[in-house]
């Protein structure tokens, strides 16, 4: 009962204070957008006042969520910011864009939109309680016999008349308030609450994505795989044969030329092998499941072909499939920068975000210009990192820099 009351207390105070904030919020977000509109072409001043105001659409909805799950303890799930998944030049206002029209968006702004209303009639609802409350304790406690009933009436009436309407007026408006927070109460999870359809859906095609992408990954790796055998370790183990054939040919002949066949078949083996152990490092590094990340990453960044700064502040393992995505990610981007960007110089950085998760930034200082093609190594570690259910984003402007964010769920 009396946690009841305490919440039904709690929700009254918020309507109140939304009655008065709300619609100065709601006001200035207008207010944003108008100008904005108008300053269009005011040398790029409208386009910054519009980017505020798409801005605003996630900021007030995950402080109306925010602020319902507290107060009224309902299961809404934290949403991280929609973003584009564009990797091209289009990717800033497309996400500006995705903030408009992100449905759980304009949910919650629509609930600050009616919760706002609520609080304004909650507001005159209280004002009634107080005057009424006020004008029976005056006429209760005043001097005289006769009162004059305003502003209600117009007429005057006996002393008790007078007081039992003030108190009326009271209790009508304490039960208006509490009628209005029956109904935040009631309106928050139908406007805030995913329904539990709209979530098994939303898990399903998250997970029929997520496979998409994890076929799409080990469609880009097997390649890779391929192309390596076929192109460095098989044409070698070729060459190890015919030159053991030539060897054992010139044996009886030739014993010197035979002893130096084999001595270049023995090479080309060692050869052999070390290209296998690149390969399987690729893979999937001994040292990654043996030390963790930290570890992986610092002998990645010394058999690097250019100097990487390394600063990786994790202070706990990962699961082992997020290891190795973030592994794969931060090599194939070391990779293609020594190969294709001509940088000199590259940065990793590795931090934890809340929410359980693991960033990381791999930027060069290479001449830019890369692009997420079809079967493509950007493609691969995209591919993989959604398999691994994080985001990826690219950004590579002609003349550089490219810079790669990466983002996994830690699940340690």
Request: proline share 5%.
């Amino acid at each position: 009962m009396t946690r009841r009351l305490g919440q039904t207390l709690a929700v009254a105070a918020h309507l109140a204070a939304l009655g008065l904030c709300g619609p100065l919020v709601l006001a200035g977000l207008v207010s944003l957008v108008a100008v904005g509109v108008a300053g269009l072409f005011a040398a790029g001043f409208g386009v910054l006042l519009l980017a505020l105001a798409a801005m605003s659409f996630w900021w007030l909805a995950w402080f109306e969520e925010s602020r319902v799950a507290g107060l009224l303890g309902l299961d809404i799930p934290e949403r991280p910011m929609p973003r584009s998944t564009r990797t091209d030049w289009v990717r800033v206002p497309h996400t500006l864009w995705v903030q408009v029209t992100d449905r759980a968006n304009l949910r919650s702004l629509l609930h600050l939109v009616i919760v706002s209303l609520l609080g304004l009639v909650t507001l005159t609802m209280l004002n009634v309680a107080v005057t009424g409350a006020t004008y029976a304790v005056v006429t209760a406690v005043g001097p005289g016999d006769g009162v004059f009933l305003a502003p209600w009436f117009g007429i005057e009436s006996g002393r008790i008349a007078a007081v039992g309407i003030g108190v009326g007026a009271t209790l009508l408006g304490l039960a208006a308030v509490y009628v209005l927070t029956l109904v935040h109460r009631s309106i928050s999870p139908q406007l805030l609450v995913p329904s539990r359809e709209a979530e098994l859906t939303r898990r399903v095609e998250s997970a029929t994505q997520r496979r998409h992408e994890a076929m799409r990954a080990a469609e880009v790796e097997r390649t890779r795989i391929e192309r390596d055998l076929h192109d460095g370790v098989q044409p070698r183990l070729v060459s190890v044969g015919m030159t053991l054939g030539m060897a054992r040919a010139k044996l009886a002949s030739d014993p010197e030329a035979a002893a130096a066949l084999i001595d270049e078949a023995h090479t080309s083996t060692k050869a052999a092998i070390t290209e296998l152990r690149q390969l399987a490092r690729g893979i999937h590094p001994a040292v990654l499941a043996d030390r963790g990340l930290d570890a992986a990453l610092s002998a990645l960044a010394a058999r690097s072909h250019i100097p990487v700064h390394l600063d990786v502040r994790l202070s706990s393992r990962c699961t082992p499939e997020t290891e190795a995505a973030m592994y794969f990610a931060v090599a194939e981007s070391l990779t293609n920068a020594a190969k294709h960007s001509q940088a000199a110089s590259a940065r990793v950085t590795i931090l934890e975000r809340p929410g359980n998760m693991i960033w990381a930034r791999i930027e060069d200082d290479g001449q830019g210009g890369a692009r997420r093609l079809p079967g493509g190594g950007i493609d691969g570690v995209a591919n993989r990192v959604a398999a691994a259910g994080g985001t990826f984003s690219l950004t590579s402007p002609p003349g550089g820099p490219t810079t790669i964010e990466v983002s996994l769920p830690c699940a340690s």
